[in-house]
């Protein structure tokens, strides 16, 4: 596999197997989505991961990576990142919850994520995952040959700021392919005093604005993973993987 300043560059065949990763992990996400709805416990959602990696053949890339316990982030309301499901955590009326996973395919893997509304939410949460969303595909649309990474980083961030909400720092996107986190990291904003990297084909990045109601702050609870915003404000995640190619951003994660 060729590098280009760290980064490793696909091939087409390399490409159709993330494809198929990500197709399988967008299907999952698919099915948790159409399963969020109050009353619900969390490790409901990591049981139906369990069960489809199984169907699939695929083993899920979350599991045992670096001692985390589950195949699924799931992180609800102020949880940013990295949530453990729950029998105890019950999903109610209002809430949001962020589902995070990925799996690997003949060695290669996928990653995705998405922000889910627990029943009617608020005004402010709608408007929340709303631009969360929205601002990912904005950075999408700048992975693109010839661009240069923080193109990606400063169109999210200028979307996100100008609707007044916070950008979480300690937590950034990456690239991806044979290992579940390769170079180049992908901030959600553009770093002061760094040149960032040329875009080349090949390149694949999953791209994950976490986006809050407040501000950037975060903290990371006893147990050493679940991450909040350390005013209790609201969050939303959501994340693609992306291949560079010579036509332009190729998302990945997308159902059939």
């Known amino acids: 596999m060729k590098k280009f300043r760290g980064v490793f560059l696909k091939n087409d065949k390399e490409i159709g197997l993330m494809r198929e990763a990500n197709r ?9 989505g159409e399963n969020v709805r109050p009353g619900v416990s969390t490790m409901y959602f990591e049981n139906i991961c369990r069960a489809r990696c199984d169907e699939y053949g695929v083993r899920p890339n979350f599991l045992g990576y ?14 940013i990142v990295h949530g453990f499901p729950s029998e105890e955590r ?3 009326e209002g809430d949001i919850v962020s589902f995070d996973m990925g799996v690997e395919y003949k060695g290669f893997h996928g990653d ?9 939410v608020s005004n ?13 595909y904005i950075g999408i649309e700048q992975a693109r040959p ?26 950034v996107g990456h ?15 553009v770093p002061r005093g760094l040149s960032g990297v040329p875009l080349k084909a090949g390149m694949v ?10 501000t950037h702050e975060v903290e990371v609870l006893d147990d050493n993973w679940t991450a909040v915003t350390k005013d209790g404000s609201l969050a939303a995640h959501f994340e693609h993987s992306v291949a560079v190619t010579s036509d332009g951003p190729r998302i990945l994660s997308l159902s059939d």
Not at 175 to 189: A, T
């Open 24 to 32: 399988l992990v967008s299907r999952i996400l698919d099915e948790l």
């Open 66 to 79: 670096q001692g985390f316990p589950f195949a699924l982030c799931c992180s609800v309301n102020e949880e």
């Open 90 to 92: 019950i999903l109610k």
């Open 112 to 120: 995705s994520a998405r922000t889910f509304g627990v029943g009617k």
């Open 124 to 136: 402010e949460a709608q408007k929340l995952m709303d631009v969360t969303r929205e601002s990912l």
């Open 146 to 171: 010839g661009n240069n990474l923080y193109d990606i980083s400063a169109a999210i961030q200028s979307y996100v700021e100008g609707f007044g909400l916070g950008i979480v720092r300690r937590f």
């Open 175 to 189: 690239g991806i392919g044979s290992h579940l986190h390769e170079k180049p990291e992908i901030p959600n904003f």
């Open 205 to 214: 990045l999953a791209i994950e604005p976490m986006v809050t109601l407040g």
